[in-house]
């Protein structure tokens, strides 16, 4: 395989920062995202953390010039990170060469659906919401917000990992040829859907998430959106195209051990990762630095560096969660963390898991935890999800 | 080269009795509703009834269709290594809910289960967990191309060498707080309308429905295979006076033209606001070929085109096009090339391609 899949624009917001350079900053200042919950109204408050991102609905329509509720808050943040990150790309005409948009998310417009659920029948002023139901419905309008026409543009919904998979997709239409450009991500905003859903299964922290660390006790909810702009060869060159990183692997696979827990061992995380190496054809040691799904759970982190060790055979390269900064931001945070993995190559520096203070008993595993500046040429980024589906991406620093 | 796509094995559970692979569409079901519901198997002798009991309709559904589609590929289910699904809303009663006993108890007393099986990727899940297939699993969720997202997900996986048996289906259940919603935009009839009196209803809306649609695609063909997927293509919007040019441009990139074309199945659903773009096709480039339609039967839904790819199969293995789907007289001695038409609400527009092999 030849250098990898072209990324030349990227878009974020999430709870440290409104756009990719204000996420830079946060992640080398120590500046986290996680705080009480102010925006949904939910019994729970006082007994959880999220990672809110700050502005407000009405802020964030104001800021794309849309009209008052209209939209589930997951498009606002899709329409605003997309528009980053066709922007970053330089992008003057999206339809001049054949573009496409695959986004993962797993709540689509389930915000208002839950708000307005009864209230259907009687305010016919809130019935725009209705379709905001399907998944589909928030990438579909993300799509035309970023002017797509005519386009190949679809949705993947593959809980925590549909982002990352998303951008696996992406890869594979450019690889076979059958699309020119294609906007990748994912995104997702807190819901009571997503809070009570995840306090049923008990694996919500009533404090800041610690990544690996022994006395963890679950994660905190987050909401971001991210996407990345993957280009061909031919159009990089044709245009001269300012290349930010390459995405070399990825790798798809499933646990099949139940539908919510990972595997003891994290066989289908060892498969996923053994994949990507695969497809960008190298070596485990290879790696310089792996972004860890490390979503806090007991479950999650035990079962993931397990595979590490496993798929490392016992050296793991340094390796830090970025959950302690964002929160989980479920169908978006392989996209977050697929932007923070550019970063972390663009700019040489290992980002710091928060928040770590007592290994685990069960391996002897320690993230980096202060900020790191290390020459990086390949970082790999694990996203883990319900369903047993889990993704690896590996991407590559810009010759 | 790339290899070829073959459909190996066929499954389908709908608002017909299409459960049975031996039989096609002799035994139509008339309906008169604005909803249809599937015409239930006998999940008994597919699934364990203690099994049976926990699981959502959309999972009990495509288990069972799963399993004719396994069965008549003639594959054990250990060779499958991807999984791939498309579904509109997943399973969407247990989403409701789930919503409402947050709304109704005040976010109290909630148990798991309705979370869990309300994640829209839990049908490829189960299905993995319970064939133990470790290999790709994806879930698409776009409305109504999900089910063509999942396909040419498979095609490519297949082509590129990436995966050699696939299990690749759609899905949808229709429930309550979905149908009175969506009766309230108009997006279903208000009056009942007959099964063969959908496309004079009138009316706006369709009449919705559910279903599960799943097949084996190989590079391998196996002894039973009849047919060949082709090409398969998706928009995300078009204008009705670009639907033609687009599917001319798609035969062109496949070497063919219209003439090539034995029969179009399309996806009139008797909304009187959105048929036209059927229309464009039926009396333009496709008006002396055969043509066939079938909302009328299965009802619309996310991935009711899972049901027209159904029938292309069909029609391509039993060499016979029910008088039931006609929506014209033109006469084929032998189906061989079939054209998909499908679009809902003039958005998310497919054409797919199937050749007898």
């Not at chain 2, 589609?69 to 999984?83: R, T, V």
């Not at chain 2, 047919?227 to 398969?232: G, N, Q, T, Y």
Request: some cysteine; overall charge negative; aromatic content about 8%.
């Amino acid at each position: 395989m030849g250098a990898g899949v072209a990324i030349t624009g990227m878009g974020i917001i999430s709870a440290i920062g409104d756009n990719v350079s204000e996420n830079y900053k946060s992640l080398i200042s120590g500046k986290i995202g996680i705080g009480k919950i102010t925006q949904i109204d939910t019994v729970h408050k006082d007994e959880i953390m999220v990672g809110e991102i700050k502005d407000v609905n009405p802020s964030l329509e104001k800021r794309l010039k849309f009209h008052e509720n209209q939209n589930s808050r997951t498009v606002l943040i899709g329409c605003i990170a997309a528009q980053e990150a066709v922007e970053q790309a330089g992008i003057s005409d999206i339809n001049d060469v054949r573009t496409g948009f695959i986004s993962g998310t797993t709540v689509g417009g389930m915000d208002k659906s839950e708000q307005y659920f009864y209230d259907y029948f009687d305010r016919p002023d809130v019935r725009q919401h209705i379709t905001g139901l399907h998944a589909g419905d928030s990438t579909k309008k993300i799509a035309n917000h970023i002017g797509l026409k005519e386009s190949f543009v679809t949705t993947i919904s593959t809980a925590c990992s549909s982002a990352a998979n998303a951008i696996m997709l992406g890869a594979r239409m450019i690889k076979s040829g059958q699309l020119d450009r294609v906007i990748v991500g994912g995104t997702d905003s807190l819901s009571k859907f997503t809070i009570n859903g995840f306090k049923t299964l008990m694996i919500l922290s009533d404090t800041y998430n610690t990544p690996f660390d022994d006395e963890r006790k679950g994660l905190n909810l987050g909401e971001a959106a991210a996407y990345l702009v993957l280009e061909s060869d031919a159009i990089v060159d044709k245009e001269n195209k300012n290349v930010l990183g390459y995405l070399k692997g990825y790798g798809n696979a499933n646990d099949a051990y139940h539908q919510t827990a990972s595997s003891d061992h994290g066989d289908g995380a060892v498969l996923a990762m053994q994949k990507a190496l695969e497809v960008a054809e190298m070596d485990p040691s290879e790696i310089d630095y792996v972004n860890a799904h490390g979503t806090a759970t007991p479950n999650n982190d035990l079962s993931e560096g397990r595979a590490l060790i496993r798929l490392f055979d016992g050296k793991v390269p340094e390796f830090s969660s970025t959950k302690a900064f964002t929160g989980h931001t479920l169908a978006a945070a392989g996209g977050v963390e697929a932007v923070y993995s550019i970063l972390a190559l663009q700019n040489d520096v290992i980002f710091p898991n928060l928040n770590y203070k007592t290994q685990m008993k069960e391996f002897d595993l320690s993230p980096v935890t202060e900020v790191k500046k290390k020459p990086l040429t390949t970082v790999l980024s694990n996203s883990f999800g319900f369903g047993g589906n889990c993704s690896t991406l590996i991407f590559s620093k810009a010759k | 080269m790339t290899r070829p796509v073959y459909i190996n094995g066929i499954g389908s559970v709908s608002a017909q009795k299409t459960f049975d692979n031996a039989s096609f569409l002799e035994d139509i079901t008339h309906h008169s509703d604005t909803v249809l519901n599937v015409i239930s198997p006998d999940y008994k002798t597919h699934i364990p009834p203690a099994a049976a009991r926990r699981m959502a309709k959309g999972i009990k559904m495509s288990m069972v269709s799963t399993k004719i589609a396994l069965q008549e590929a003639d594959l054990e289910e250990n060779k499958i290594d991807a999984i791939i699904v498309g579904t509109g809303l997943g399973c969407i009663g247990d989403s409701e809910k789930f919503v409402m006993d947050i709304i109704d108890n005040n976010e109290q007393y909630l148990t798991p289960t309705r979370f869990i099986q309300s994640s829209h990727n839990t049908v490829a899940g189960q299905i993995a967990l319970g064939m133990g297939c470790k290999g790709y699993n994806f879930t698409y969720v776009h409305s109504a191309i999900s089910f063509e997202s999942a396909i040419l997900d498979a095609k490519m996986q297949l082509e590129n060498k990436e995966a050699d048996y696939i299990l690749v289906g759609g899905v949808d259940e229709l429930v309550n707080h979905h149908i009175d919603t969506h009766r309230l935009i108009g997006h279903i009839k208000q009056e009942p309308v007959e099964t063969m009196a959908v496309l004079k209803s009138g009316t706006k809306g369709a009449i919705f429905s559910e279903g599960a649609h799943f097949f084996v695609l190989s590079s391998e063909k196996s002894p039973s295979c009849h047919v060949e997927l082709v090409a398969v293509k998706t928009f995300n919007n078009l204008s009705k006076n670009q639907v033609s040019g687009k599917a001319q441009t798609f035969l062109e990139e496949n070497n063919l033209t219209s003439d090539s074309i034995d029969l179009v199945i399309l996806g009139y659903n008797g909304d009187i606001e959105f048929d036209d773009y059927y229309d464009e096709l039926a009396n333009g480039l496709f008006s002396n070929t055969a043509q066939v339609y079938y909302k009328h039967l299965c009802g619309e839904f996310d991935t009711a085109s899972g049901f027209a790819f159904w029938l292309g199969n069909k029609i391509i293995r039993h060499q016979d096009i029910p008088e039931v789907l006609r929506l014209n007289s033109v006469e084929i001695s032998e189906p061989k090339t079939i054209l998909i038409y499908n679009q809902y609400r003039g958005e998310n527009h497919s054409f797919t391609l199937l050749r007898k092999c």
